[in-house]
């Protein structure tokens, strides 16, 4: 079965720090991996996707991740946090039919 | 464009009301969606839209009622809510298959 885990459900960097948002996935098909960031009261707003082509994804607001195989990951990073990233981050996998399985979320805290 | 519009953006209803949540796209998406998301919580799929086609309904009560008038529009009619259905509701839409959902504001629902 298809599933995503999202280590850390609160993660607190200073500006200026690396972010680092880890994302575990299993699939049972090559994976199609999405990064999506929410920020309050808001929609769900696309970060970046890796569908079987470059392993390192770049994204909008200077974020990228990288899909390694051999450790099932696809971990978001930002070498440099702003105030403006403190929002809610969620890892998902596509599985066809529709279907986005979500991690639960990790919500990042940025401190001046 | 990859905008997906909702209306309303808040809503309050009491529990013998009837409301409709609308959704449009113009990106030619053959594919819409609803969830429903809870607080610091993952969006929890309800529907799936496949060419205005109902394709997935994730054993949602029969209070609410999807409807997709033609390829750009999505409705979520509502009766008889409980107050645990607060919430926000997301649209998606998306190309189908496995490709990229782009979502919507939400509705912020509030069952009295």
């Known amino acids: 079965a298809q599933s995503v885990t999202q280590l850390g459900s609160h993660v607190s960097v200073s500006e200026g720090a690396l972010v680092l948002l880890r994302c575990n996935y299993s699939s049972s098909v090559p994976p199609y991996l999405f990064w999506y960031v929410q920020y309050p009261n808001q929609g769900l707003q696309l970060l970046l996707k890796y569908t079987s082509a470059a392993t390192l994804v770049k994204g909008i607001n200077g974020f990228e991740a990288e899909f390694k195989k051999s450790e099932t990951s696809f971990h978001l990073t930002k070498p440099s946090a702003h105030m403006s990233d403190a929002a809610e981050y969620f890892c998902?996998?596509?599985?066809?039919?529709?279907?986005?399985?979500f991690g639960q979320g990790t919500e990042l805290s940025v401190k001046p | 464009d990859t905008e997906v519009t909702q209306t309303p953006k808040h809503l309050v209803m009491g529990m013998t009301n009837k409301k409709s949540l609308k959704c449009e796209q113009h990106?030619?998406?053959?594919?819409m969606y609803w969830y429903k998301q809870k607080a610091k919580k993952p969006p929890e799929l309800m529907f799936v839209?496949?060419?205005?086609?109902?394709?997935i309904n994730e054993s949602v009560p029969s209070r609410f009622s999807p409807e997709c008038p033609n390829s750009s529009l999505l409705n979520l009619h509502l009766h008889a809510l409980q107050p645990e259905d607060s919430a926000l509701y997301l649209c998606?839409?998306?190309?189908?298959?496995?490709?990229?959902?782009?979502f919507g504001p939400g509705t912020r629902l509030l069952v009295l």
């Open positions: 998902a996998v596509s599985v066809g039919g529709g279907k986005l399985i």
């Open positions: 839209y496949s060419y205005e086609k109902l394709s």
């Open positions: 998606a839409s998306s190309p189908g298959g496995r490709e990229t959902q782009y």
């Open positions: 990106m030619g998406h053959r594919a």
